[in-house]
């Protein structure tokens, strides 16, 4: 077992960070501060995923943490997009400072506390304890509920108390699981620290009591799906998203909902190994189905532009539910893909809805106009995201949706109406509405602080890329992941 | 049946008395001592089964118990209560009788719950699992009828109490590690909270969670 300096940089970076910030955020080289710790975790992260894909799969530190293809592009691409959001939130948060939103204060908390919550997410992905799991989960949300109250704002306020509650009752039912889980595990493993290791549960995920696993699924499911955002648990979202600060909202719908979602996935491959039934899977379905249908259509009701995409990461995010419930290498290397391009475009899309937002003074969709005129790089950026995300070719999203679609028309026909109609109507409302707040006149003012456009571009340039070409490395890296989700 | 088992079968029932007596309290100040009480019961329970069973382990477990939920949080709930001032604060709530009768039917739920998973626990305190899940249920009870921010949370750290509870009578309670993880963010989610509410008085005036309603789907 070689030392893994690595690990300890991808986790040690944004916890340093998250303690450096709380004593030194609100003095005005902090936000630069804060790209700099993010772009270090992500230098961290690329040299361990570069380490895992020559290397394979890494046990480190007494079976503590482990890192397989599944979980180390997780990493990369959580650590991407930790870092742009960071560029982006600079001029952001300044321009919210200049407007008189914020206080140097309140600043100082931000910053920090998006480093914790970087930390957190990390650690929910490297960690090989299903327990330890659970509480970095918990405690990603714990990081947030003061981001989401940033403003002290009634509505922000209660959006915050809304995310707590729900999250934390929900992540409770998690805990439960997890409980049940180690239960069964003991029987086969024997009491202590090695029953709960994902590793150790995985070798022996034959043996363990079926009962107990398909009732433990149950509650892991209805936990780690709360903060996924699967309806009917999906309440805290949109508001979360919508009262927050944009910075928040992107790392949220971009990042957040994937950990909870692989978490989700982990705990899968052993209720699958247990069962030998489609038990896990057919509950997934279930509930991907049912959030992309209801995503969809409530997204078409709302006038709040950030409440509409943050609409969108719940149809998503149920898409790819729905494809890690069908299984199968497509239908997973798909979900994988999905996960990538909807966390790229969702940050982007949010980036530019933020600038838009400031630069209009509302997030209400009709009093947002021509934003090409005023700033053509805001205009068409949130233009060309909208395309991405409603899964126009030639972006990754059609490349993912497409694989997904043609699966389930094989596999489950069923379903395919379904989905199609549902990707219909999102397409109807999200097109319309964009298309009327980027053209048009406009009496939209311009930004104190120039917005960082740079990271929106970066992204769906990727997602364009992915579209159109994927590397034979990222192919061969989906496909390894694919395999051992199964 | 040994002494061991009716103990702690004795601490399981007071802490379903003291799941019922909070969902019944009006007065914020005896609900905080009513949670430090189950604190309590629960740290002597993990005590007498590590003292039966032989697993020490269980021994520092109910250390961080007794210290966390017994000391740490009801001392900043002390803390918080003063200094927003709502120490002597009465919640009218609305229907006691029918909240009871609710709850009897949620451990009669638990019960029937917890009875095949019961019988595949190798522990003596398996018995006790149906009390564990009828207190989170009982708790989670309390959070929905209350209207005001400070019962809630207590209301949610009762859950945690009862998941705990869960823990130590199906497995003997989960690995270190884990233990020391959960407890942590217990106290990291109290302080945040602790500064939460001060949020909240300062945008509604109030922490009744009845002026909450602003963000709804139309």
């Known amino acids: 077992m070689a030392e893994m300096n690595e690990i300890l940089f991808v986790l040690g970076m944004p916890l340093f960070g998250g303690l450096v910030l709380a004593f030194l955020g609100g003095r005005p080289g902090a936000a630069m501060l804060n790209v700099l710790f993010s772009l270090l975790t992500f230098i961290a992260g690329a040299l361990l995923a570069l380490r895992v894909v020559g290397e394979g799969s890494i046990l480190a530190y007494d079976e503590m943490f482990f890192v397989d293809s599944f979980n180390v592009f997780l990493v990369a691409l959580t650590a991407f997009v930790a870092f742009t959001t960071a560029l982006f939130s600079r001029p952001y948060m300044l321009n919210e400072l200049h407007h008189g939103k914020l206080s140097a204060g309140m600043l100082r908390l931000y910053h920090s506390m998006y480093q914790m919550f970087i930390f957190t997410m990390l650690l929910a992905l490297l960690t090989n304890n299903m327990g330890i799991l659970w509480v970095a989960m918990e405690a990603a949300t714990l990081t947030t509920v003061l981001l989401v109250s940033l403003y002290r704002t009634p509505a922000s306020v209660e959006a915050a108390w809304k995310y707590f509650i729900l999250c934390g009752v929900g992540i409770a039912q998690a805990l439960f699981g997890t409980i049940l889980l180690y239960f069964a595990a003991e029987k086969v493993l024997g009491a202590g620290g090695t029953a709960l290791l994902w590793t150790h549960l995985n070798e022996v995920k034959g043996e363990l009591e079926p009962t107990v696993l398909s009732l433990a699924f149950v509650f892991l499911l209805v936990g780690y799906g709360t903060k996924v955002g699967l309806v009917p648990l999906h309440n805290w979202l949109p508001d979360a998203h919508a009262e927050g600060p944009t910075p928040v909202s992107a790392v949220l719908s971009g990042l957040l909902l994937n950990v909870a979602l692989y978490a989700v996935v982990r705990s899968k491959v052993l209720v699958d190994g247990a069962l030998e039934t489609r038990f896990a899977g057919d509950l997934m379905m279930g509930f991907g189905l049912l959030s992309v249908v209801v995503g969809a259509f409530f997204l078409s009701r709302q006038k709040d532009v950030k409440r509409m995409f943050a609409y969108s990461s719940i149809e998503h995010m149920g898409l790819m539910t729905f494809a890690f419930g069908m299984g199968g290498p497509v239908a997973t290397f798909a979900g994988l893909l999905h996960m990538t391009v909807h966390s790229l475009t969702k940050s982007a899309i949010f980036f530019t809805v933020g600038h838009a937002a400031q630069k209009t003074g509302t997030q209400m969709m009709d009093q947002i106009r021509g934003l090409a005129d005023t700033n053509p790089t805001i205009g068409w950026g949130l233009m060309l995201g909208s395309l991405a995300i409603l899964g126009m070719p030639p972006f990754g999203v059609f490349a993912s949706e497409f694989l997904i679609l043609t699966t389930a028309m094989r596999e489950q026909p069923w379903a395919t109406p379904i989905l199609l109609l549902a990707l219909g109507v999102a397409f109807a409302a999200i097109f319309s509405r964009v298309q009327a707040m980027v053209f048009g006149e406009t009496t939209a003012k311009r930004l104190p602080h120039p917005p960082a456009l740079i990271p929106v571009f970066v992204h769906l340039a990727i997602v364009l890329m992915l579209g159109l070409y994927i590397p034979p490395y990222l192919a061969e890296w989906y496909r390894q992941a694919a395999r051992l989700i199964g | ?218």
């Open chain 2, 1 to 218: 049946m040994p002494i061991s088992l009716q103990l702690i079968n004795l601490m399981a029932a007071l802490l379903l008395l003291i799941a019922f007596a909070m969902l019944s309290q009006r007065r914020i100040l005896s609900l905080i001592y009513l949670f430090a009480w189950q604190g309590a019961v629960l740290a002597a329970n993990s005590v007498i089964v590590a003292w039966s069973t032989g697993q020490t382990h269980l021994y520092y477990s109910a250390l961080v118990t007794f210290a966390l939920k017994v000391v740490v949080l009801p001392w900043i709930l002390h803390r918080l209560i003063i200094r927003l001032n709502i120490k002597w604060d009465v919640e009218t709530l609305i229907n006691i009788p029918t909240t009871m009768l609710a709850g009897i039917a949620l451990v009669i739920i638990s019960f029937n719950l917890a009875l095949p998973i019961s019988q595949l626990a190798g522990t003596i305190t398996r018995g006790t699992l149906g009390i564990a899940i009828a207190i989170v249920l009982l708790s989670f009870l309390m959070m929905i009828t209350r209207r005001k921010a400070v019962p809630q949370v207590i209301g949610f750290l009762a859950m945690e109490n009862g998941l705990f509870f869960a823990a130590t009578s199906t497995t003997y309670g989960m690995p270190m590690v884990v233990e020391l993880g959960i407890a942590l963010d217990v106290l990291i989610g109290m302080v945040i909270l602790g500064i939460f509410f001060f949020q909240v008085r300062e945008a509604f005036d109030s922490l009744d969670l009845k002026h909450m309603e602003k963000l709804r789907e139309e």
